[in-house]
């Protein structure tokens, strides 16, 4: 008998859809940022998510790019694997902002390029936010290695940021590519890492 998943509410902290519920599994399927990781991210991002296109990826429930559209953000682009975390994150995305919302469904590694090259033509400012399971989970021991490689393609002036969110134990590189490591912010056991393209010449 399959187990029965059990579920829990959690709000949009700020914005103009403060206070609306997102559903996240109370199981590891997906994984809700804890609130004041949360917090502390778009504090630090709050002039830069205004306008922006926002790109979540691995995004579980789509907790962080549903809180940037209640913070401005043009629109938000989700990418999720899991099937029972993709049907969920459509039932948030619908109860909160359908209209600015793209979730895709499929291997995050798989489809950034594309999406990246989307993004691209549009030209316009964007954040990628990388929340990875955990390198401890099984088959994911090489998971912060793939992001690395993945995120050494970022190397457009309309990517205004790239953050991630990783156990606070990886000490991330100070240069992925084209990018810099600007500041990391810890929380417990997850930590967050901002980078930036860095200017030519």
Same mark, same amino acid.
């Given at each position: 008998?399959?187990k029965?998943?059990?579920y829990f509410?959690t709000?949009?902290?700020a914005?103009?859809?403060? =206070?609306?519920?997102?559903?996240i599994?109370?199981?590891?399927?997906t994984? &809700?940022?804890?609130s004041?990781?949360?917090?502390?991210?778009?504090?630090?991002?709050?002039?830069d998510?205004?306008?922006s296109?926002?790109v979540e990826m691995?995004? =579980? &429930?789509?907790?962080?790019?549903?809180?940037?559209l209640?913070?401005?953000?043009?629109k938000?682009?989700?990418i999720e694997?899991?099937?029972?975390? $993709?049907?969920?994150l459509?039932?948030?995305i619908?109860?909160?902002?359908?209209i600015?919302?793209?979730?895709l469904? =499929?291997?995050a $590694?798989?489809l950034?390029?594309?999406l990246y090259?989307t993004?691209?033509?549009k /030209?316009e400012?964007?954040?990628f936010?990388?929340d990875?399971?955990? &390198?401890?989970?099984?088959?994911?021991?090489?998971i912060?290695?793939?992001?690395?490689?993945l995120?050494?393609?970022v190397? /457009?002036?309309?990517?205004?940021?790239?953050?991630?969110?990783?156990?606070?134990?990886?000490d991330?590189p100070e240069?992925?590519g084209? +990018?810099? +490591? &600007?500041?990391?912010?810890k929380f417990?056991?997850?930590s967050?890492s901002?980078?930036?393209v860095k200017?030519?010449?």
């Amino acid at each position: 008998m399959a187990k029965k998943i059990k579920y829990f509410k959690t709000p949009i902290i700020a914005g103009k859809y403060k =206070g609306k519920q997102i559903e996240i599994p109370a199981i590891d399927t997906t994984r &809700s940022s804890k609130s004041i990781l949360k917090e502390s991210l778009f504090n630090t991002i709050a002039f830069d998510v205004v306008d922006s296109h926002f790109v979540e990826m691995f995004a =579980g &429930s789509g907790s962080v790019g549903l809180e940037a559209l209640s913070r401005g953000a043009k629109k938000s682009y989700f990418i999720e694997k899991n099937q029972t975390a $993709f049907r969920l994150l459509k039932d948030n995305i619908q109860n909160i902002d359908p209209i600015n919302s793209t979730a895709l469904n =499929g291997d995050a $590694f798989e489809l950034f390029d594309s999406l990246y090259n989307t993004l691209k033509e549009k /030209d316009e400012n964007t954040i990628f936010y990388f929340d990875p399971p955990f &390198s401890i989970r099984e088959d994911y021991e090489d998971i912060y290695d793939r992001c690395i490689d993945l995120i050494a393609k970022v190397k /457009d002036n309309f990517v205004k940021l790239v953050i991630i969110e990783h156990m606070s134990e990886i000490d991330l590189p100070e240069k992925i590519g084209n +990018l810099v +490591l &600007s500041k990391k912010r810890k929380f417990g056991k997850s930590s967050l890492s901002y980078y930036l393209v860095k200017a030519e010449g």
